[in-house]
């Protein structure tokens, strides 16, 4: 991240001057000039290849989309700023694989703690016999025998055999990524529910959430009629008054802007009518419907549940609809916290294009806007506290049992697609029955707020939002 949106923010100010063309190929020869040490790589020349390839990235680029090694930057540039439309079935998630070279290749390895003990549990207890054994007396595994099942980690009464994570296979809760014969990860679209937790978990920033900034600049600059759908976790972002952040979208362009805290009003309307409806059926339970990474988890994972998930469209897809409504003709820009959020758009009919908030912010820092100094704009529709409240977790289920107006209603709160809450939900779906009538997912752990794409993190999230909420 600390590459990704500086550099974001560097091709930005170069479209800005109309520099593009002109100055892109020199940008990896800059970042690592002659002298550079490389920071984790064999050498400055990998580094500069990487560079190339983010920066190929941040104009909606994959690998695919690369014909030759040779082809420069600017020929990249130069189709980006022709192109009419970035396809609606591209990638959402994808790896850069000149990026994906430095992660462990083995998850287990015997390290210097090894005592050489004579009971050898290592040995005696793996399933595929690759556990060996050198004069001394040490142990050490045959990689190429080796299942990692990690039952020799488990054993080891000196704890010398070590466990090596593959970070992004880590933070996948559905094993959707895993290693080529090569080495390099690759996503699975068929597994893949866009959680986006692989984006920060690599540590080498080789994952990339499809991008669609200079697609949605072009247009501004064209003249078209950009509408701005900020998502309400938008309170939680900036650290500066709202009115202000919506001025600096303005700034940057966008003709109209309306809160999708808006959207949400009409989701909390059929919501709840729909679980009203669902209980006087004899419907054990209904779960929300508006994270897609949990609708994307429910149809592609657990199809047990799927009966029991809201039909209601999200805050998003309302929004949207009204967008169209009042300004026939207009492009549609989502701005939200999270990956899943463009595959959710990739799919609806009424949305353009989707910006995550740390795009957002490396555009506002790459146009050189000073969110303090723009002028305050505040949306004409508005929203109750309730509707914002969606941003955060229990927001949803508070917001239907509020409208309901029944006290008395039980309801789960799931928040974080983990393994331990996937389990849950699966057995909810198995056994038909759950401990409250609501089921709230939530795929990250505060709600949306804290969603993979935002440009704030846990408490200081959490701080933000309750600030800004108070004003509403």
Known sequence: MF???????????????????????RIPYEMYPRNQKPKGRCCIHKERAVIKYKAMAMMGFTMKDETDELTPLSSYARQMLIRSKLHKDNAVLHVMDEACSSCVKINYEVSNLCR?????????????????????GKAHIDHDKCISCGKCHQLCPYHAIIYMPVPCEEACPVKAISKDEYGVEHIDPEKCIYCGKCLNACPFGAIFDKCEVFDVLKDIRAGHEVTAMVAPAVLAQFGKPLEHVYGALKAIGFKNIIEVAYGAEETIRREAQELQEKIEEGQPFMTTSCCPAYVNLAHKHIPEIVKYVSSTGSPMHYTAEYAKERYPGCTTVFIAPCA??????????????????????????????????????????????????????????????????????????????????IAMLKAYAKTGKAPGKLIEVMSCPGGCITGPCACSQGGEASRRFEAEIKKK
């Not at 550099?7 to 001057?17: D, I, M, P």
């Not at 949305?351 to 506002?364: G, K, P």
């Not at 004409?380 to 941003?391: G, L, P, R, V, Y």
Request: include cysteine; charged fraction near 30%.
């Open 3 to 25: 590459i990704r949106y500086p550099l974001l923010s560097q091709l930005v100010s170069l479209w800005k001057n109309n520099e593009l063309l002109e100055k892109i190929d």
């Open 340 to 421: 899943s959020k463009k595959a959710e758009g990739a799919a609806d009919a009424n949305v353009d294009y989707v910006w995550t908030f740390r795009e957002l912010d490396a555009v506002i820092e790459g146009m050189r806007i000073d969110i303090d100094s723009t002028m305050p704009y505040t949306p004409a529709e508005t929203a109750s506290k309730d509707a914002h409240n969606f941003a955060k977790t229990t927001g949803v289920f508070t917001a239907v049992k509020n409208h309901i107006g029944n006290k008395e209603l039980e309801g789960v709160v799931i928040a974080d697609l983990h393994k331990k809450n």
């Open 116 to 136: 050489g003990c004579a009971a050898r549990p290592c040995y005696t207890n793996c399933p595929k016999d690759a556990i060996y054994y050198d004069k001394d």
